[in-house]
């Protein structure tokens, strides 16, 4: 009996070891990978390698899938031993995947990056440092758009090369600012203030009516019974706020923090508490905003082409959204002069290299290529994002100007002195996310305060950094 | 002497055969089970962010779980939760298998009340997701038509936590119900009709015959259903991943949001070591309570 149990323990700790075994044998295999290693730095010249390999490349916007699809195939015809099969998954699950992706494995070799994701990414060493390559192929930095490189280095590396930027804009229904008599220069000339909206909140009003047709601006309005918003939010906005409040924050002299790579945000200001205020109360006081509940079930985008408010702010990337079978005439308009002028986010995705890829020299080449006037032309051609060349934009333009589309409010935008401010870059994103997510929807649900709940966010981002 | 022999050859044979009859389930145990238990144990001394190599941290992730009020807010979320599903869920189970067995023994009916659980957790969240929708939801357009003010039902702090109670009982009440209606195809007749010819009303019958023998599978399904509940995840996945702001962040949510949104995987691991022991000792505490290894009919 006993020699029994005795044998029969063993059995189980042979098993159990060589399972454990089998598990952790798959670190060390992947130990290579995570290594900042020698492999990462170019040959220095190029080794014209006569293998054929198909490079996995990723991105999220499913609008851009086929002017890429473009580019690699004007890739391949250059270089016939390289294939590049372009991969697209929706914004969520294109991150997850990217992640488990490189703890599996499997991730692409080239990889459309955020500016709040890379560097998490750049510090557990799973990004391609590209400053060798560029040094030795003498990639001119200078041909992109202002400020669009330098946010993709750190310590000397570089880690993206640009592909497109973005601007914010108000996007408008003709219709609509027809019956209610407002013009678009109206519009163009607005002006804005933290404390009672200014121009752009009587605008607002008068574009906001209820079932018995009376607008925001009547002593009788029944803001429980509103058939039409006048405007539409993007929702609680999270941490950056992009195409939500960032603009309104900025141009009221907000700034997120010190720069590149601060590691202290002011989340605290006053000013932005003021400005969060405004917005949550649109909805929450005025009654001339849907609810967090509707925006979140539909998105604004939904609300707005489907003809339930007239305004909306959103981003250059979604003009194509906005425009495409909308049963009604949408237009752009310049964003409103706050306090201190007018102030757009001004964000730029790049492409990457995952450490782990194979062919790490084939993926630079495509990686090139992808961000070089010759790809970024034929993505401007296709009229769904503005190129990081110049050469593009105007590409852009051209098919934009080509659907009938007059886009002018966010080029503009970008090209105005002190129009623009970058993205916020900063460690912990993956953290600060969560926390401000949750912290800006309370203010926008009437839970909390923006002075508090924006005070108690501040604490727990700042306290990440310590 | 060779009759001694004898039966211990048998018995070594026998012995034998018990362990090839075990071993499948003993390996899937060992393999989907024990080992990843172990290496999650051991994740959670670490602070392994999935892509660096683990570094040992000791028990900081345990001192830091203690003074987590976010972890509390969690417990506290699946708590309401659980006290919202699980009387409701086996009562309407209780009431449904009482009927079943009473009027119709039709396995149509049977099919039809396990219905709503054949289907995929997902395929139930999304279905729902789209009945409840704030502005186009179907629901809301009979709410409407009805004369009443529409409902944000999945979007409002206040609602979203009974609704996906709610759904979670539309689910799994017919599931529980086939279960319990199995218990009560073990309790004798003789009983409910000595009870008849003693004057019992139906009342006494079902408090006096019904609940005291079922016990064992009343036990069981409780013990069953409430860990499941604790193990509320797919159906907030869906419809509204922990939100709005921190209604429905239940502690599977928040292990996930720990794991995969943010990468800590040590201390996601540190929160579910926690969570196996609450549960641990809830169900500890229920078999004792409840006696649930003896049978009322011995």
Redesign the interface.
Known sequence: MRS?INA?AFA?MV??SM??VA?GAK?PAAEPT?APDAAAAPAATAAPSTEAVTIRYGLWDGNQQPAYEACAAAFTKTNPNITVKVEQAGWGDYW?GV??G??SDTAPDVFTNHLAKYP?FAS???LVDLKPFIDRDGVDTKQYLAGLADLWGRDGKTYGLPKDWDTIAVVYNQDMLDKAGVTVDELNNAEWNAKDGGSFSQIIKKLTVDANGKNALDKDFDKTKVVQYGFIPGGGGGAYGQTQWSHWAVSNGFKFNDGLYATKYYYDDPKLAETIQWYANLNLVDGVAP????I???GANA?FTGG?GALTTDGSWMIGAYTKDTKFKVGFARLPKGPEGRKSMFNGLADSIWVGSKHQEESWQWLKFASSPACENIVGSYGVVFPAVQSGVDAALAAYKAKGLDVSAYTAQATEANGTFLFPVTDHA??I??IM??MM??IM?G?KTAADGLKEGNDQVNALFK | MTTHRQPRLAARRE?LYA?AFVAPSL?GF??FF??PSI?GLLMSFTDW?????AKFVGVANYVRLLGDADFRHALKVTAYYVILNIPIQTMLALGMAVMMDKFSKSTIIRGILVLPWLLPNIVVALIWLWLL????GFLNQIIMGLGFQRQ?F????DQAMPTIAAINIWRHAGYTAILIYAGLQTIPKELYEAAAIDGANERQKFLGITIPLLRPVLVFVLVTTIIGSFQIFDTIAITTKG????ATRVVYWYIY?YA????KMGYATTISVALFAILITITFIQMRYFNANSSDLD
């Open positions: 029994r029969l189980l098993i159990t399972l454990l598990c670190a995570t997850n992640q488990t490189m703890v998490e557990k060493q799973q609810a967090l509940a509707d979140k079930s539909l609300l339930k993956s953290e996310g969560p997510d949750a929807d309370s649900l839970q | 012995a362990w390996i060992l393999v024990a080992v290496r962010d999935l892509l660096r190599p929708d704030p502005t186009m944000p999945l979007g409002s702090i939100g709005p702001v921190d949001e995969f949104v943010r990468f």
